[in-house]
């Protein structure tokens, strides 16, 4: 079948199969692999990308879903203004987390931060279940994506 | 100035594991796995298969067909008696996996079936013959002490399997090429070396003419990946010598839960004599382990158990019986904490009974029974004595109000059970424990295996530190670098750790057991400080340091003399639940650490890896629940399994009391596990007023 999308800001049209996985179609198709694979079951989070706005799992997301809407990955997120805020506020606060789920933290503070500048640490814990992995501190996460939101406000307070 | 690039690296998207080499002319492997927990292999019947598949087996190794570590010997590819349900058997090579999958449920194996253990063994027949390493250690008189002792306390306690929830399942990919001159293999494992040397038997290669290489990426639950990557490499190195094509090798999430090594869960028996004082006399102890169908390191496991047991009390006599077992479930075994965990949450569980038994309060009995120079621990007659430090407890008091809170929740819930129908009963029922544990710093197997550091300063003073062993964290690389650029006076940008090549630096053995931070540390310290004395006219210079293995060497195993540990870092730890009385799920309403782990080079990395311990003790203690039922894991447990989440944690309260020694630097990474998972149980125990002996917790305790 095919579909039309737009990915990290550029119009895509390709010919896919009706089976195929956004991840794989990513991964694959695209090369865009800052998107990690890492169980394929929707458990883990790892593969976590932002489609139309929301937080996806492209494990358990057909790609043919896509079809006109927007998909960003870290590839296209990563030379944006917002992921400066983000590099800087988890540099900051020594935030280092593994290399398996960094871009499924960075877009999921990301898209906290487009909901709310002022997040409690109540609601991060609370969305950051959704990414399982052993590489995280909590407190350390939540004092990195608080410091970001500082940053943000500080930025667009400048604007 | 701090170097970034690293971490920036990662923040972009940028690491790249073995998943992310994409060769489009790589061959794929797929293992055939025993579906049967033990029996004896009769034939096989073949589909026909394409022309693009091959097939290898046992007999087309064209080197040494096993792994070895110690007296266990390791077939890479069983054919001959299957010992656990997904052992590999034979590879399937080709270009599509999904063929390979189809092909292999094809394949039918015949077996002769035979009686399979999977549990501990219950009787003494089925003990002696599952029974693969046996010891006893003893101190003073046992049995003459029990007769003296005025109240004796005999309990058991179990813990269970832990999954490793490692970032990227096992996996490997070997790099073929006809002009190269080495077999190229990049895996992710603790110990390359070791990779290194297996898949050069098995090929019947020199040395040289394997080089084994690592993600760029550290992973922090790098445990799991010990021993194991050897054999998957193994897997990988046959298929692509024999096919002379580049191989790509990646196990599956699932596939890596049901067939790859666990914690090796534990049953203590522990029976206790204390005297009129309240003072412990008397230690009898039953340790087992139930290490699957491979014991990999059964026996440094089962020293670092035996010695947690003595390692924390006053207690003149003891008997400690420790045994493996082998069973025919996956291999289990190392994990954080590595056999100290099991016994210390046996031990500190235990004392926690025996204190309620005589009425005391924790932290009374704790200071009266701690191990001193008055009243030494089993261990202390040894030349180095390693003393707990008794302020560590009187610091976690401090900052928890424990003594306080313990007694108030205590008259709640005496008040509760009382009066059933009152509004505390119907309420959050709430408890608060407390626990003391170490861990020792250094490989038993140290003296076989030396860790090396070579740093050179060139002409325009780039510093390169090239090491034996594998960073498990960017923070640690950082540290080393921040090390060398103090001492060298050269800006950390022009400070390279360099990736380890395995077929140039010796075997140093597996990065473990804190001998990052304590040995590669102190060696890179070392080289500095000699370079130091190097007069800057004479660059380019270099300077190599291997560990002097003395500690190691003063090791006796068999009759526990001497020092087992270049340094043992101490904890004490205080939590507080919360369960809701109609569902009994408890929740962790607070956690505070007391350390003494000596000089800490980075606070911030130090309470990160303490508080990565922590969920990963509190997973380990609440939520991660795996078992075999007749050798094979469960399906669904695959789905709910369920590790530490930010919302089952709260930000604990961490303080450093560098109180034994200020100027080592000693290893905290297993801390939290040693103290943790007994500090919670007995805060459980409160909350409920019904003790809990088994972890992981099942709700009420059932």
């Known amino acids: 079948m095919v579909i039309t999308l737009d990915l990290n800001g550029k119009e895509e049209t390709l010919d896919i199969d009706p089976s195929l996985r956004l991840i794989h179609l990513l991964r694959y198709t695209f090369g865009l692999l800052g998107t990690k694979e890492g169980c394929l079951h929707g458990h883990c989070g790892y593969c976590q990308v932002l489609l139309n706005d929301q937080m996806v799992l492209s494990c358990l997301t057909p790609a043919f879903y896509t079809h006109k809407g927007k998909v960003l990955t870290i590839e296209g997120f990563r030379g944006t203004p917002e992921y400066y805020d983000i590099e800087k506020g988890f540099l900051e606060v020594q935030y280092t987390p593994c290399g398996s789920c960094a871009s499924a933290r960075v877009l999921l503070t990301h898209a906290i931060l487009q909901e709310t500048l002022h997040p409690t640490e109540q609601a991060i814990r609370k969305r950051f279940t959704a990414i399982l992995c052993r590489c995280t501190d909590p407190s350390r996460l939540v004092e990195a994506v608080q410091r970001t939101a500082a940053i943000r406000r500080h930025r667009q307070h400048a604007v | ?702």
């Open chain 2, 1 to 702: 100035m701090e170097d970034l690039t690293e971490i920036r690296k990662v923040l972009q998207g940028k690491s790249i594991f073995v998943g992310d080499i994409l060769d489009p002319k790589a061959l794929w492997v797929k293992v055939k796995r025993a579906t049967i927990p033990h029996g004896r292999i009769q034939g096989f019947i073949f589909p026909s298969l394409p022309p693009s598949v091959r097939i290898i087996r046992s007999k087309d190794i064209p080197g040494k067909r096993t792994m070895t570590f110690g007296r266990v010997e390791i077939p890479l590819l069983n054919e001959s008696e299957v010992q656990y349900i997904g052992e590999p058997i034979m590879l399937l090579v080709g270009p599509d996996p999904e063929v390979l999958e189809r092909i292999s449920e094809q394949i039918v194996v015949l077996y002769e079936e035979l009686p399979a253990s999977v549990d501990f063994p219950s009787d003494e027949e089925e003990q002696k013959k599952a029974i693969l390493l046996e010891k006893t250690i003893q101190r003073g008189n046992p049995d003459i002490a029990f007769e003296k002792v005025h109240t004796i306390l005999e309990r058991e306690y179990t813990t269970g399997f832990q999954e490793h929830y490692y970032s990227e399942p096992h996996g490997a990919y070997v790099h073929w090429d006809n002009e190269a001159t080495t077999l190229d293999i990049h895996t992710a494992s603790r110990w390359p070396f070791h990779v290194h040397r297996v898949v050069k038997e098995c090929l019947a290669l020199p040395w040289e003419l394997v080089s084994v290489s690592i993600p760029e990426d550290p992973d922090t639950s790098l445990d799991g990946k010990f021993w194991y990557p050897s054999l998957v490499s193994a897997h990988a190195a046959i298929a692509a010598w024999l096919t002379r094509a580049s191989i790509k090798y990646l196990y599956s999430r699932e596939e890596d839960f049901l067939f790859t090594p666990k914690r090796a869960p534990s049953i203590v028996r522990l029976k206790g004599g204390i005297d009129k004082e309240g003072k412990i006399e008397v230690l009898e102890a039953d340790l087992q382990f139930n290490m699957g169908a491979y014991p990999v390191f059964a026996e440094e496991l089962l020293d670092r158990a035996i010695y947690a047991l003595g390692a924390l009390y006053g207690c003149p006599h003891i008997r400690i019986r420790g045994r493996v077992f082998i069973s025919h479930l996956p291999p289990a075994g190392a994990f954080t904490g590595m056999g100290g965990s099991q016994s210390l949450f046996a031990l500190e569980v235990f004392s926690d009974e025996i204190r309620q038994l005589l009425g005391s309060s924790p932290i009374e009995w704790k200071a009266l029974n701690l191990a001193s120079k008055q009243r030494p621990s089993p261990w202390m007659a040894n030349r180095k004595p390693f003393t707990p430090p008794v302020n560590l407890l009187f610091a976690v008091q401090k900052a928890s109000d424990f003594e306080r809170r313990h007694a108030a929740l205590e008259l709640l819930r005496k008040h509760r059970e009382q009066n059933p129908e009152s509004s505390e009963a119907t309420e959050y029922w709430e408890g608060i424990g407390i626990a003391l544990g170490g861990q020792g710093a250094g490989f038993f197997l140290d003296r076989e295996h030396r860790a090396k550091v070579e740093l050179r300063i060139t002409k325009d003073r780039r510093v390169f530190i090239h090491t034996s062993a594998v960073p498990g964290s960017y923070a640690l690389k950082s540290i080393w670098k921040k090390i060398a650029s103090q001492s060298l006076g050269v800006p950390q940008s022009d400070i390279v750790v360099e990736p380890i090549r395995t077929n140039y630096t010796q075997d140093g053995g597996p990065s473990i057991f804190s001998r990052n931070i304590t040995l590669i540390t102190k060696l890179i310290e070392q080289c500095c400080s000699q370079l130091k004395k190097n007069p800057p006219e004479n660059l380019p210079a270099q300077v190599v340091k291997s560990l002097d293995p003395r500690y190691a060497r003063s090791w006796n195993r068999d009759e526990f003399l001497g020092n087992p540990f270049t340094a043992i870092s101490w904890a004490a730890a205080v939590v507080e639940v919360k369960i809701d009385p109609l569902s009994l799920t408890p929740k962790i309403e607070h956690v505070w650490m007391s350390v003494d782990a000596g000089r800490i080079l980075d606070e911030k990395e130090a309470r990160r890896t303490i508080e990565l311990g922590i969920a990963q003790a509190v997973g380990w203690t609440l939520l991660e629940h795996v078992f075999y039922v007749e050798g094979r894991i469960p399906h669904p447990l695959f789905w709910n399994y369920r590790i530490c989440s930010p919302v089952d944690l709260p930000t604990p309260y961490i303080e450093f009391l560098p109180i034994d020694d200020h100027r080592s630097v000693k290893g905290l990474g297993e801390l939290a596990l040693a103290v943790i998972p007994a500090a919670l149980v007995n805060a459980l125990s409160q909350a409920l007023g019904k003790r809990i002996r088994a972890i992981p917790y099942r709700e009420g305790g059932s």
